[in-house]
């Protein structure tokens, strides 16, 4: 089975079909920015991306993680640098910023792949409107600030915006993640505000709707353990395969039912949230 996969994995997420010689060739002489670019998705998708003419210009918080997938790509025989920047931070965004401005060779193609996840009730929250700035800062304003700074070079080179979401910004909201679901519902809609004029101006623009991926984003929470997810590996893929394509969206064939479920019951949904919580304190209080 692909990737790895149990039985149920592979119903829920299928093979995807990737044609890397015209990957290649499409890619030839581009130049292909990646945040987040140092685990996870980022990393499998710079590997996924080393065999093929790109430049690839790394972007992460921990450079000797960022230094090491860039030997792996140059052994692969790709073309990689690196940038560290914290894009929570406005010094070292503005450094990014100023990075990308002064590239005479440009960007051709943005994957928006950094993002913080984080599950917490409203009530533990309350001295942590940290945890809400931050997050907004890295799934919101970060993007949204790079994407303004590319948009004149995406222009000229008939570039392509990628951005890696969720599917939780398609379906009701859910108690405890509120500093997640808000930013990346935020910047999905400013994202969906700006596409036609980027389409307009031959810029394409794509989101990929991802369910749970088996990344050290949700190693914290037990929960997840056992849960079907996709491989990091398979989204670089999906993601490569959009890059030919240039189509508007990628979701999972089944979240379609969680979209219809999430308007026709939602009184009943968020009714069930309400009485899920106030059992679960019965019985930390019990």
């Known amino acids: 089975m692909s990737e790895n996969y149990n039985f149920l994995e592979y119903l829920l997420f299928p093979t995807t079909r990737l044609n890397e010689k015209n990957l290649k060739e499409r890619l030839r002489q581009k130049t292909i920015l990646i945040t987040g670019a140092s685990y996870g998705i980022g990393e499998a998708l710079a590997y996924q991306l080393a065999e093929t003419n790109a430049s690839l210009i790394l972007v992460g918080r921990t450079t000797s993680k960022l230094n090491q997938v860039r030997e792996l790509v140059l052994e692969k025989g790709g073309i990689a640098e690196v940038y560290t920047a914290d894009l929570r931070n406005p010094d ?35 001295d942590r409107f940290h945890d809400f700035k931050r997050t907004m800062d890295i799934n919101y304003n970060a993007p ?8 004149p070079m995406l222009k000229r080179n008939h570039g392509h915006i990628i951005n890696i979401s969720a599917i939780n910004v398609l379906l009701a909201p859910a108690p405890k993640w509120a500093a997640y679901q808000a930013s990346k519902i935020a910047f999905d809609n400013w994202f969906r505000c700006v596409a036609p004029e980027l389409n307009a101006r031959k810029i394409a623009t794509t989101t990929i709707y991802l ?16 849960m079907p997810a996709m491989k990091p590996g398979h989204v670089a893929k999906i993601i490569c395969k959009f890059i030919l394509t240039r189509k508007r969206t990628y979701k999972p064939w089944w979240v379609i039912f969680g979209e219809l479920a999430s308007v026709i019951f939602r009184p009943l949904l968020e009714i069930s949230f309400t009485n899920h919580i106030r059992k679960e304190r019965r019985v930390s209080i019990s």
């Open 211 to 226: 369910p749970l991926v088996r990344t050290r984003m949700i190693e914290p929470n037990e929960a997840y353990k056992n």
């Open 92 to 126: 070292e965004l503005a450094g990014l910023l100023t990075f990308i401005r002064e590239r005479k060779e440009g960007i051709d193609i943005f994957v928006n792949n950094a993002g913080k996840s984080i599950k917490r009730s409203v009530e533990d929250s309350l």
């Open 144 to 151: 949204v600030q790079i994407t303004l700074s590319l948009i």
